[in-house]
């Protein structure tokens, strides 16, 4: 299985009508004609391969653009991954009750994106941690009516702590930002990796992360280990860092916003 990892479908120029706001969040937001083109590229590529491949395409966050990227998909008879940060459901920019109830009506599946997203999840207290998978997950399955089992770790910042706390909380698939087709297994979890799309990200590139193709999967896998490698060196002053070079809106609150 090949999962891709979007987060808001937005016109150009509109990037903080969607999700969070902020220059490091747009890095992650893309057009709806990129997004159109992406999926086309996708089947393009299985017509002419003659292979029908397992792509999963998962949706962080929970912007209100998840009602546009799910037009798209039932357009072509594809069903999304739609992972929703629980405190920020019916805030400016976000989802809405009925946009969930309308969501899972249409097929898509809906999942735990945290409560807060914190940035560095992995660095939370256990409290927390517990606290932000179990209060989503909650929150979710009451108003889908539905028991929710499946989330993915926001920021990108996983770690067995991470998982297990997810597990306690009666997950039983999730999703981080590693990009790797090789599925894991933690505390009674399947654990998947996830190539990250991002603005620049073309069509091409899109098809060839789905089909497994090995350049852009191992430029990706690259640039991770360096990210990975730089955050564990960096700690807090990583965040300090991140601030100063890409920043992020002031509206943004994120789990631990203070570090």
């Not at 933690?186 to 590139?205: L, N």
Request: aromatic share 8%.
């Amino acid at each position: 299985m090949t999962a891709l990892m979007y987060h808001d479908i937005v016109a150009a120029g509109a990037e903080d009508a969607s999700g969070f706001a902020g220059r490091d969040a747009a890095l992650y937001k893309i057009s709806p004609e990129q997004f159109d083109a992406h999926l086309g590229a996708i089947a393009e590529s299985q017509r002419a391969s003659g292979r029908s491949s397992d792509v999963v395409f998962t949706f962080d966050d929970g912007g209100s653009s998840a009602m546009r990227a799910a037009d798209a998909l039932d357009r072509r008879g594809l069903t999304g991954h739609f992972f929703v940060t629980a405190n920020y459901i019916g805030a400016r920019g976000f989802v809405t009750r009925a946009d969930l109830l309308e969501l899972r009506r249409r097929g898509h599946r809906i999942g735990s994106h945290s409560c807060s997203h914190p940035l560095r999840m992995a660095h939370c207290e256990w409290s927390q941690l517990v606290d932000e998978w179990t209060r989503s997950r909650s929150l979710l399955s009451d108003i889908l009516c539905e028991d929710v089992r499946i989330g993915s770790v926001p920021g990108g910042d996983f770690s067995p702590q991470v998982a297990r706390a997810a597990a306690g909380a009666g997950y039983v698939r999730l999703f981080t930002s590693e990009p790797t087709r090789q599925e894991q297994h933690a505390f009674g979890m399947t654990v998947t990796g996830r190539f990250a799309i991002q603005r620049w990200t073309s069509a091409a590139t899109a098809a060839g992360l789905a089909a497994g193709q090995w350049r852009p999967c191992a430029q990706q896998a690259i640039v991770w280990k360096a990210k990975k490698l730089t955050k564990r060196l960096g700690g807090t002053r990583y965040l300090k860092l991140r601030r100063l070079l890409i920043g992020h809106g002031n509206d943004v609150q994120w789990g631990d916003g203070a570090a």
